[in-house]
């Protein structure tokens, strides 16, 4: 009789062929998963342009795709929606590609990053926007020179702004008739800003907080700084750009205009930043506003909604996320920021960046013409979830549904303090905005933190800035 | 003085034995030889590509200047300059090592205490319950719990100071305040990891065997002095395995802090990998980075040796 069954041995060697050739064969099968070969647009000829993933839904993408092949039906285009938390984490997925000999031709770049890009991988558009003069004075008309100024770097323009946001101040109008308080008017001081957070939280309760506040760039202590008629860095323009001004603005427009930007020197030390400081820790040690670590956009929106939040700041974009969490128009309003010093206000924009590895620029600048012009924004901004560059696109139809009441203070930011200017980014703006958190959060933890935390943050800049980006 | 003794005669050097000829393997021998190689080959070839290969091109990048746009520029050892230069750096290393002390103790501290607790008598079914319990914030991720409890902590909004609110404590800066971030950073750290610890103590306690218990019982021990002289003891293999693991993840954080404090108050909560990652990838020094990396390496390294060198005195193996 012989023995029929397989013997350990001999089952194991049968299993290890079969796990070999089932590995072999998943491998080939998948190969081009694998190597990243299907990738659509990838070495196919396409335009590839790379934008923030949670900013652009599949829906917006397609809005995007389409209208594009519409208009350039011979151009392939593959829009390629990078997920990062943020502007800093986009930059950084951008450079891995870029690392990698896979950058996109076109990234979506906010002001945060628009000297970073320029100086290291963007191309300048002076030559085309020359060119195509003509076609692109109907939109610098519409578009506030400010916006087109934060996008130039050293006399060059490098991108088309296509949104922005100012930080404007939000208003809950249920803490406002709690706290018996009217609508603030337009030029409300400082000091009229601390006097309704007193009223708001004398009517609250001790569940409540009146200013709520986020620790980043936007929206964070910079603001403050604007309104006390200083900044993080010191701020000047470069020289040239009038190449575009004389082009396109009026004289009245084009006055004090430059070619860009330049945050060089850290003032962190500057006696008028120390006040903003000591405003913002006698706000926190009065409980009148969150710790600057505390606040976040993430539960943001739902304290505010639900009335535990009197006034926070924000752009445009929240009157179409208020909107979208279920409050109604007439629950919450927008007023400028307060005057201190100054009323000069703060505002991030963003636009469309050309890499200098892009092969097809002169259709990447076919796309950043589509990507600018008034169509495409309105069927791209359709839910207010962000303000648009053009001016001719804020009307009252557009804040029927969403609102707020005020929404001409969206625009009107800039064309009424017409000094509002960007975020302090120089190329070095990732240490920058890290070494802000880290010592505004140290800063704000007494009165008597505030000086040594700024004599640090000094220090750090300075080192910083000396670096290369 | 003169050396009168004569040099010892010269002898033959003993001829050194043949050295033994490798047995000739058998066709069958070769065969599995073969095979193990073959099952063995995808483990080595992962090893290498994915341990090695990342282990010595950080050693190699930490000696450039690099920022993903230019090509690398070699810099030396500027980097480890910069790294033993920088206050954030040594911070961090400082962070990293407190945490991992207390996270790591109150880690095989809570696991032990409720193994223990478990391994009494309880039904079965309670058991299983509890086992799951414990075991389950492990299998979730990192960054979403700590996403969950950053809205928990908060000190103005969240649930923990509303709850403590009815007993009439006043809220507590549990992620603001320089004093007690780390601590929440380290509770929601043990929170979350303790199970895999507390796996392990159940399986080392079902390992002792009840004969031994017994024979201490029979000589008197009870309670805590059985725990202290024999379970203990018995279990110490477990603990070294517990512990070994607990500190090379503590030195490894990121998640948590990163999620919950950004690093702060300041730089109170910052850990290294965050650094590591901040430094990289934000700021675009990737020489420095690897150059914190490296450290951070020779870190783990230096502390597992020195756990195992003093494990052979307290850990005792039936």
Known sequence: MTDSHLTRRRLLRYGAYGAGAAALGGTAASWERLTG????????????????????????????????????????????????????????????????????????????????????????????????????????????????????????????????????????????????????????????????????????????????????????????????????????????????????????????????????????????????????????????????????????????????????????????GLHLAGMERDGFDVQYFPRWRTQRMQYGAAGYALLRTSKRQEEAWEFIKYAARKETLARLFTTNQTTPARRSMLTADRYQETGPAHWPVFYDTLDRFPDTGPIPAPPQVAEVEQLLLKHTGTALASSRSVRPALRRLQGDLEKAMERDA | MTNTQTPPARTERPKAPPAPQAPRLSARDRGTRLLATLFLAPTIVGIVVFTVVPIVGSVVLSLFHWNVIDPPRFAGGSNYGAVFGDETVLVSFRNTLVFMVFAVALQLLVALALALTLNGRMPVWLRSVFRSAFFFPLVLSAASISVVMKYLFNQDFGVVNWLLGFVGIAPVPWLTSENAAMTTVVLVYVWQQ????????????????????????????????????????????????????????????????????????????????MVIYETAFEQLRFGEASAVGVLLFVLIMAVTALQFRLSRRFVHYQ
């Open chain 2, 194 to 273: 303790f199970g895999f610890s507390f796996l392990l103590f159940v399986g080392g306690l079902n390992n002792i065997p009840k004969e031994i218990h017994e024979a201490a019982a029979l000589d008197g021990a009870t309670g805590l002095r059985k725990h202290l002289t024999v379970t203990l003891p018995l279990l110490s293999p477990t603990l070294l395995v517990a512990s070994v693991v607990g500190i090379i993840n503590a030195l490894q954080v990121f998640e948590q802090p990163y999620v919950l404090t950004n690093g702060g108050p300041g730089d109170s909560t910052r850990t290294v990998v």
């Open chain 1, 37 to 320: 070969a299907d990738i659509p647009g990838r070495d196919d000829g396409s335009l590839v342009v790379a934008t923030l993933g949670p900013a652009y839904g599949p829906e917006a993408i397609r809005t995007l795709r389409e209208g594009f092949r519409e208009l350039h039906p011979d151009i392939k285009l593959q829009i390629n929606a990078v997920q990062a938390v943020d502007w800093s984490d986009f930059f950084a997925k951008i450079l891995t590609q870029v690392a990698a000999g896979t950058a996109p031709d076109l990234v979506y770049v906010a002001t945060e990053g628009v000297q970073l890009f320029a100086q290291r991988l963007g191309v300048a558009l002076d030559t085309w926007v020359k060119r195509d003069a003509a076609e692109l004075k109907e939109y610098f008309a519409d578009v506030h020179p400010s916006l087109v100024e934060s996008m130039m770097y050293e006399g060059s323009l490098y991108q088309l702004p296509v949104e922005f946001n100012a930080a404007d101040m939000y208003l809950n109008h249920q803490v406002l008739r709690r706290a018996g308080a009217p609508y603030p008017p337009a030029d409300w001081t400082r000091d009229d800003f601390t006097t309704l957070l007193r009223d708001m939280k004398q009517a609250s309760g001790s569940r409540f907080t009146p200013y709520f506040w986020t620790n980043r760039l936007w929206g964070g202590v910079v603001p403050w700084l604007f309104a006390n008629d200083t900044n993080l860095l010191a701020e000047s323009k470069a020289p040239g750009g009038e190449w575009l001004w004389d082009s396109f603005y009026p004289a009245g427009q084009r006055a004090d205009r430059g070619g860009g930007f330049r945050w060089t020197t850290p003032q962190a030390t500057h006696d008028r930043v120390e006040e903003v400081y000591d405003y913002l820790a006698s706000l926190v040690q009065d409980g009148l506003c969150t710790r600057p670590e505390g606040g976040n956009g993430q539960n943001l929106i739902g304290v505010f909604s639900t009335g535990r939040v009197g006034v926070t700041p924000a752009g445009g974009f929240w009157a179409g």
